[in-house]
Each structure stands twice: as structure tokens, then as C-alpha cells.
């Protein structure tokens, strides 16, 4: 089935230092979503991306979707600690009713 | 505070043996979502109801069955329990159950199978 693959898997980074984790499908995705789970907690929504090409920013936060609607990215800028989390994408395979699947994850670390 | 309560938070249990996690969706979502969270395997999508109506179904085990009631909570029910279903069982809400709509999930449950 559908599946998004989601790198890296882990990233040690030290404040202030840029991150970004990618999300690449085969097929094209009718829209990309991106979630946060913060250590013990529960995954949060961010953001949607729908239109091709489309550029969102939150605060540090960048969410990219790419032309051809098969590759997604998200980029924080100078991070801090309190960016500590797992980073998931999500998708649904091109239907418009039914699941989400998730990537595996970035898990994020920063060192202060 | 995401709106929707998962109960209980953790629960212990022997090989074997049957449990049900209950969810309460936000108020005024018609879906939830089940997610199960291991380590080694991220989050897997389970099963969706929308409306007390099974919409789209996941990699759940025949052990496992879930069901969406008139008052729109929702349970899963895992039986014959074994150690690999040790894990953390997500619900999750929406309002309409389209993929254009984001989820909010609960706190989960944590299930420890000894």
C-alpha cells in the first residue's frame, strides 16, 4: 500500500544548529500532513500541505511541498530545546475519506 | 489538551487474557482513529469509524475489533493477548473523517502484556 519514507530516522543537532527531516512517497499524495510528538506525549498536528509547490512557515518552522507532489520536507531553523520530538509526516495515498498513514519518524535531539 | 480522553492511561495484563480501551472524540467529531505505537514499528494505522460506521481498516489483528457507538465513543477490544501487543494505543478524532481534516489525538493508553 502507500507508504512514505521519512529521513533520517535520528538527528542529534546543537541549539541554534538547522534541522530538517524529508518525507519522499513513489506515488503522488494528495496532500502531506506534519505532526510532532514530543517525548511522552501524544503526536500534535502542525500543518496541511495540499497545492504543489506549496511553502508554509510557522515562527522557525518551513513545511515544503514539492512540485510534483511526491516529496515533502520540513526545516527548523535554529533550533531550541523545547524542539525535542519525534516528527511525522502523514498522508492518505490520494483517497479523500480514510487513513492516515504515518512515516516512521525523525526523532530530534537537541544538546543545549 | 486535545480534546478527546482515552481511558484507563496504562494497564497491565497477562498473556492471554482480553481488555478494552475506551476513546471519547472531541465534541462534535463524527470519526475516530486507532493507532497503535511500538517501538520498532512507529504509529500503525488500526481502524476508522465514522458515524458508528467502520470507514477504512488497517493492519488490525482478527484478535482485535473495534466499534463506534450511537453517543460516538469508541472501543477496542484486544483478546488473546500476547507480549508483542505490548504497545501504546492512540485514538484519535476528526470532524468528518476526509483526509483534509487533522487529527487530535488523546494521551493513549499504554499496554503492558507480562
Known amino acids: 500500500g502507500q507508504q512514505v519514507m521519512q529521513i533520517p530516522q535520528y538527528q542529534h543537532v546543537q541549539e541554534g544548529e538547522d534541522f530538517t527531516t524529508y518525507c519522499n512517497s513513489s506515488?503522488?499524495?494528495?496532500?502531506i500532513q506534519w505532526y510532532k510528538q514530543r517525548p511522552g506525549g501524544h503526536p500534535v498536528f502542525l500543518i496541511q500541505?495540499?497545492?504543489?509547490?506549496e511553502v508554509k512557515k510557522q515562527k522557525r518552522l518551513t513545511f515544503q511541498f514539492g512540485e510534483a507532489k511526491k516529496n515533502s520536507s520540513l526545516h527548523i531553523t535554529a533550533t531550541q530545546t523545547t524542539d525535542v520530538g519525534t516528527y511525522f509526516c502523514a498522508e492518505a495515498g490520494g483517497t479523500s475519506y480514510g487513513k492516515l498513514t504515518f512515516g516512521q519518524g525523525t526523532i530530534l535531539t537537541v544538546h543545549p | 489538551d486535545s480534546g478527546v480522553t482515552q481511558t484507563p492511561k496504562h494497564l497491565i495484563t497477562a498473556t492471554g487474557q482480553r481488555v478494552t480501551l475506551r476513546c471519547s472524540p472531541r465534541?462534535?467529531?463524527?470519526?475516530v482513529y486507532w493507532y497503535q505505537q511500538s517501538l520498532d514499528q512507529g504509529l500503525q494505522f488500526l481502524i476508522q469509524y465514522y458515524n458508528g460506521e467502520e470507514r477504512a481498516k488497517g493492519n488490525i489483528l482478527e484478535r482485535f475489533s473495534a466499534q463506534q457507538f450511537p453517543d460516538l465513543h469508541s472501543e477496542l477490544n484486544l483478546s488473546s493477548l500476547e507480549l508483542g501487543d505490548s504497545a501504546l494505543y492512540f485514538c484519535?478524532?476528526?470532524?468528518?473523517?476526509?483526509?483534509?481534516?487533522?487529527?487530535?489525538f488523546g494521551n493513549g493508553t499504554r499496554l503492558t502484556v507480562t
Open positions: 500541505l495540499v497545492k504543489s509547490g
Open positions: 484519535a478524532s476528526s470532524p468528518s473523517g476526509d483526509t483534509a481534516s487533522p487529527l487530535h
Open positions: 465534541s462534535g467529531d463524527l470519526s
Open positions: 506515488t503522488t499524495l494528495s496532500n
